[in-house]
């Protein structure tokens, strides 16, 4: 069984950077298409970024698009994601996910239901 941890969350300045980072415990996230979520105070869970077991594809919300970069470091077993400019709005909880199974390595996944392994979530909190 898979177990997702996210790390790499924290407060930080408007302006500032972060990076997160999902590893997997049990098998390898280098093994499944992994997408980055996150989640607002009182808002649903959307998705910012996903990409590709061989990371030659990927995909980010239009929202996302500029500040965001999803990678992965297969050798390493680590998933990414980097947020520049950060801003208040970007405050919220973290969420890497994976897809088990067997699929193509070229592919990513854009709908929250076609995850079925969610990490536990890692804070972002942005202060103006």
């Known amino acids: 069984q898979v177990q997702l941890v996210e790390s790499g969350g924290g407060l930080v300045q408007a302006g500032g950077s972060l990076r997160l980072s999902c590893a997997a415990s049990?098998?390898?996230?280098?093994?499944?298409?992994t997408g980055w979520f996150r989640q607002a105070p009182g808002k649903e869970r959307e998705l910012i970024a996903a990409?590709?077991?061989?990371?030659?594809?990927?995909y980010y919300a239009a929202s996302a698009k500029g500040r965001f970069t999803i990678s992965r470091d297969n050798a390493k077993m680590t998933v990414y994601l980097q947020i520049d400019s950060l801003s208040p709005e970007d405050t919220a909880v973290y969420y890497c996910?994976?897809?088990?199974?067997?699929?193509?390595?070229?592919?990513?996944?854009?709908?929250?239901?076609?995850?079925?392994?969610w990490g536990q979530g890692t804070q972002v909190t942005v202060s103006s």
């Open positions: 996910a994976v897809r088990t199974g067997s699929y193509s390595g070229s592919v990513y996944f854009i709908q929250s239901e076609q995850y079925n392994t």
């Open positions: 049990g098998r390898t996230v280098s093994r499944y298409a």
């Open positions: 990409i590709s077991v061989n990371g030659g594809t990927t």
